[in-house]
């Protein structure tokens, strides 16, 4: 499981969504970090 800001990201969830567990973060501010950096949204967290 992925952690950021101490905060658990699911690992069975798409990027996009997963990011959204972050408070403060929706879906189009998750879009914007995961184009920022290069990954794909729809790849799970897993394989990040």
Request: hydrophobic share 40%; charged share 30%.
């Amino acid at each position: 499981m992925a952690r950021i800001a101490g905060i658990d990201l699911p690992k069975t969830k798409r990027g996009c969504i997963g990011l959204t567990y972050i408070y403060g973060i929706g879906r189009s501010r998750a879009l914007d970090i995961l184009k920022a950096v290069d990954v794909d949204p729809d790849k799970k967290v897993q394989d990040w």
